[in-house]
């Protein structure tokens, strides 16, 4: 699976859209991008994923550029629960493959 | 619909012992992963089930081995426990389709939290 890029940490102001973005270069055709956030000692929850194109659901959106070769997590207005560590996976489109999780970015929600 | 549920919640033991964690999988769900996650990092794939057989493991030591279940349930079992696996286990639970290739979201679990003296 292809490897991402993600800064260490990123403060947002609360009621502010928090942009987190995401590097992954090698990513292949058939490679989704993936995230999760964890919050402190709790388990990774799923946010959203895509391949190609843009994906909004009722947590986030996903904005994926035309090459590929980078993305932007959008959480339009954060709040402070929205604080914890956000984790960016590159993973192969076929069912059973394992979620490769790098550093993430600790998101910081200040009143 | 049920989430994902693992148990114990904490579990401490001594190096030498072996022990069990436990996962429920979501309901609907076929297929169990389970990852190490030690403190300050992120999580590490340790192997999968599906089909009550290994599908998949990651660079982990044949002392971590687990069990699936007709019910999809899995235990992860560790020999020999060693300093190095104080960490939170975490269990994801997903649906593999039967005819393959379908693309399956991993839900986690709320972890394990071991921590070895």
């Known amino acids: 699976d292809a490897k991402t890029t993600q800064p260490p940490s990123m403060d947002c102001a609360e009621g502010r859209a928090a942009n987190l973005p995401c590097n992954h270069s090698?990513?292949?055709?058939?490679?989704?991008v993936y995230w999760y956030r964890q919050i402190h000692s709790q388990g990774p929850q799923y946010i959203i994923h895509?391949?190609?194109n843009n994906e909004t659901n009722e947590m986030a959106s996903l904005i994926i550029t035309e090459d590929r070769k980078s993305s932007t997590l959008i959480l339009p207005h954060a709040t402070l629960r929205d604080t914890a560590v956000y984790y960016c996976i590159v993973r192969g489109g076929n069912a059973g493959n394992m979620l490769t999780f790098g550093g993430g970015t600790r998101l910081m929600v200040k009143p | 619909e049920t989430g994902v549920t693992q148990s114990p919640t904490h579990l401490i033991k001594t190096r030498g012992q072996q022990v069990t964690l436990r996962c429920s999988s979501q309901?609907?769900?076929?297929?169990v992963s389970w990852y190490q996650q030690a403190l300050g990092q992120g999580p590490q794939f340790i192997f999968q089930y599906y089909r009550e057989e290994e599908n998949g493991r990651g660079n982990f030591p044949p002392r971590f081995s687990g069990l699936q279940f007709p019910n999809y349930s899995s235990e992860l079992n560790v020999n020999a426990l060693e300093l190095d696996d104080s960490a939170l286990y975490l269990c994801?639970?997903?649906?593999?389709?039967?005819?393959?290739?379908?693309?399956?979201?991993?839900?986690f679990g709320p972890g394990t939290r071991l921590t070895v003296l």
């Open positions: 309901s609907g769900h076929n297929t």
């Open positions: 895509g391949l190609k």
């Open positions: 994801a639970s997903s649906f593999n389709g039967l005819a393959g290739g379908q693309l399956d979201t991993q839900y």
């Open positions: 090698t990513i292949s055709g058939n490679e989704y």
